[in-house]
């Protein structure tokens, strides 16, 4: 079982970076794979970007691609998403996963409750 906090959301100006963590708990954080999604009003949930249980191997979204990046400290079982070159387009609740080794969102069986990120034009 594994339980995920989010934080670091909040409001910026286009053109701004933010920073997510994801802090986990239970001793088997390592083992899982990790991932990004987030949701826009209206719209469903997509993926954003996700990392195997090493953090070495990475994938992502086209649409944030080079501009986000995952990472993790299994040593603190937190999982971060670096944010930079905010876009308006960027803004949605996002959620944290764990346990789905794909950008599939419904393989994934836990989840985090969400951190409103809102890019401001």
């Known amino acids: 079982q594994v339980q995920l906090v989010e934080s670091g959301g909040g409001l910026v100006q286009a053109g701004g970076s933010l920073r997510l963590s994801c802090a986990a708990s239970g001793r088997t954080f390592s083992s899982y794979a990790m991932g990004w999604f987030r949701q826009a009003p209206g719209k469903e949930r997509e993926f954003v970007a996700r990392c195997l249980w090493s953090g070495g191997i990475t994938y992502y979204a086209d649409s944030v691609k080079g501009r986000f990046t995952i990472s993790r400290d299994n040593a603190k079982n937190t999982v971060y998403l670096q944010m930079n070159s905010l876009k308006p387009e960027d803004t949605a609740v996002y959620y944290c996963?764990?346990?789905?080794?794909?950008?599939?969102?419904?393989?994934?069986?836990?989840w985090g409750q969400g951190t409103q990120v809102t890019v401001s034009s």
């Open positions: 996963a764990a346990g789905g080794n794909t950008a599939s969102p419904s393989w994934y069986p836990y």
